[in-house]
């Protein structure tokens, strides 16, 4: 997929011509707004709203002016004022006689800005903004569309300008709509990626529509199996989730499959499948489990709120930990200490150990030397902007990092919106880098899924490790739609890390992210394992004459190669058949001093693996 267009509209998206950063004072009224009509409406859904803003105390003068801003991701129609008959057309009227406004475009940045003519308002009068104008109904098709992915609370955001000196402020609290999923469509069914023969297999299950939306108002029945033989478990579906226990599986690779019928709507029928898992008896020291540490809300450049991110990342998308990563200076506004008050707060709300991990953290987000990831430990952190002097540089950013104990995650290695510069990866602060994400494959230049506006060689994950440093390797999903954990339908690959840990604990996960004890995959649910002398990948091995190596994977593929790699490059190559592979080699081998093992399981192109490295002492 390719999402340059919305990553690099970054600083833009600030300014009708140039935007205070600073926080709202108190004492600096920008006035009030209101919605009409404020009913919700579904995804996708065509429509006329109104916003009359009311002036305040103070007024504007003539040359100041307001500005609609609507959302510029995510499927808006973009507002404009030159052609009364077109899609997403929209006026600006004021409440006082002989006072016009001039009004200007954005385009793509999707904003229309109005600047007054022939006087000044005053408080009380009123500007009424018409998105989807129709002109009484005579262009039908000058509505305005909604977002595709649902929000409890989408703003149509008003900035104002008063005394004409060109910065437009924020309001306090501009209008916002409530977006509802469309009908439902899918079933998802979600199982662990391998459970040990003994254990109860739990299952979550939700009905999502063709955005992936959830369906809260949905509920009824799941009839689910694991094999297409057996008598089915019926799960109640409540709020658009379910969640029920398997057991008594033996050995075997397994592939759920339900029928969902909604409660009241007995000809609404809905089937779907889960991807595939495995029982086995599993005596390995750690367990495994999915993240997915990359995914932006409304707050920059997403959509849904902070506690929907965290409440799809566990109930709809099963997964065991996520990090909600919004950007520092992305978005309509960039990130202030409310926000990140917010961010704190969901991410608090959602941890629940043993059952779900939540990670506080959000990205820098530097358009000269890449964009990072910054995670914390606990429930404490701060955060450094790109924009500040003192944390303008990957360096800088780095030592403030050091001291909080967080970790920093570079990505884009070797391209996409703006390639990390990766001679600035120090490893004792970036145990691990992103390899790949909605953005594309980032390992080596050339990879299947390759990232997009790929950069020459010496910019890539190979290249850093090579250059003598110890690099881990996550892959996350970089979700902006508020679907964390799921692959965006119109991206080709995607991102999930596999940790591998002795308990569902932040400091369990925290310490195998901080050794590099991961796993990569492009979005579908596997793993790959790497033992050298019993020691497990990220970690370093003394040098030894007998050396064993233990290779296991999981893909969702059918068959799929694996090949074990020495300092990235093939050593030896194998086949996985039947979903899986497992395998151990013993020998006399001598390896240089910094030299790595690794693993890269390939099937499909969009169904990659990689294991952390394995180096040698």
């Known amino acids: 997929m390719r999402l340059v267009g919305a990553a690099v509209l970054c600083l833009a998206l600030w300014s009708c011509k140039k935007e205070n950063l600073e926080p709202l004072q108190g004492d600096v009224p920008t006035g009030t707004a209101k919605l009409s009509p404020d ?36 499927g808006w129609t973009e507002p404009q004022s030159r052609w009364q008959e077109r899609p997403g057309y929209t006026t600006f009227k004021t409440s006082r006689r002989g006072i016009s406004l001039d009004l200007v475009d954005g385009g793509e940045l999707c904003f229309v800005v109005g600047r007054l003519q022939g006087g000044s308002l005053s408080e009380g009068d009123q500007v009424t903004m018409v998105y989807g104008d129709t002109s009484g109904g005579r262009f039908p098709l000058a509505k305005g569309r909604a977002d595709r992915y649902a929000e409890k609370e989408e703003e149509f955001f008003l900035k104002v300008d008063r005394n004409g000196d060109g ?10 709509l409530e977006i509802l999923p469309g009908s439902v469509r899918k079933l998802s069914i979600v199982p662990p990626v391998v459970v040990s023969i ?29 094999k297409p033989e057996e008598d089915p478990i019926v799960v109640q579906i409540e709020n658009g989730i379910g969640q029920t226990v398997l057991s008594g599986l033996e050995e075997g690779v397994y592939q759920c499959s339900g029928q969902f019928e909604m409660e009241g709507e007995e000809d609404v029928l809905l089937s779907g ?60 506004v960039p990130m202030d200490d409310n926000m990140w008050m917010v961010v704190a707060q969901a991410t608090r709300e959602a941890q629940a150990p043993g059952l779900f991990i939540s990670f506080l953290g959000y990205e820098w987000t530097d358009w000269t030397f890449g964009h990072s990831l910054v995670l914390f430990p606990g429930e404490q952190g701060t955060w450094w902007s790109h924009m500040e002097e003192a944390s303008n540089e990957p360096d800088e950013l780095w030592d403030m990092a050091r001291e909080r104990g967080a970790i920093c ?44 506006g790929a950069m020459p060689e010496y910019h890539y994950y190979w290249d850093v490790v090579r250059a003598g440093k110890k690099i881990g390797v996550t892959a996350n999903g970089d979700s902006h739609n508020g679907h964390p954990g799921r692959r965006d339908p119109r991206a080709v690959v995607s991102g999930l890390t596999v940790l591998w840990a002795k308990e ?48 296991e994977a999981f893909c969702q ?46 099937g499909a192109e969009e169904d990659q693996l990689w294991t952390s490295p394995i180096w040698f002492e």
């Open 504 to 551: 569902l604990t932040r400091a369990d996960l925290w310490q195998a992210l901080s050794c590099k004890r991961t796993c990569a995959t492009s979005g579908r649910r596997g793993f790959a394992l790497l033992q050298v002398n019993g020691v497990w990948q990220g970690g370093v091995v003394p040098q030894s004459k007998d050396v064993v190596v233990e290779m």
């Open 198 to 226: 003994g254990e109860r297999v739990p299952v979550k299950v939700s009905c999502l529509d063709l955005q992936d939306n959830l369906c809260k108002s949905v509920c009824g029945r799941c009839f689910l199996r694991s």
């Open 409 to 452: 995650i570079p990505h884009h290695l070797g391209g996409g919106p703006v390639a990390f510069q990766t001679e600035h990866i120090e490893e004792e602060v970036s145990p691990v880098v992103e390899i790949c994400s909605i953005h594309g494959v980032s390992d080596r230049r050339g990879a299947p899924c390759g990232i997009y």
């Open 39 to 74: 009913k919700p409406v579904h995804v996708s859904e065509t429509g006329t709203w109104t916003v009359t803003y009311s002036v305040p105390e103070g007024g504007i003068v003539t040359g100041g002016g307001i500005a609609l801003h609507i959302s510029p991701w995510w």
């Open 273 to 332: 499948e889960s991807e595939w898992f495995f029982v086995a008896e599993w005596t390995r020291e750690y367990d495994l489990y999915v993240a997915d540490l990359h995914g932006h809300s409304s707050l920059s450049d997403g959509t849904g709120s902070p506690e929907d991110y965290y409440h799809y990342a566990r109930w709809v998308s099963g997964l065991d930990a996520a990090a909600l990563t919004d950007h520092d200076a992305l978005g309509l």
């Open 167 to 176: 910065i437009f402020t924020p309001l306090e609290k501009s209008p916002s």
């Open 557 to 602: 593929s059918e068959t799929f190669q694996v090949h074990l790699l020495l300092n990235g490059v093939e050593a030896r190559r194998f086949e996985g058949e039947s979903h899986r592979f497992k395998a151990t080699l013993e020998g006399d081998v001598a390896f240089e001093s910094g030299s790595c093992l690794s693993l890269y399981c390939i």
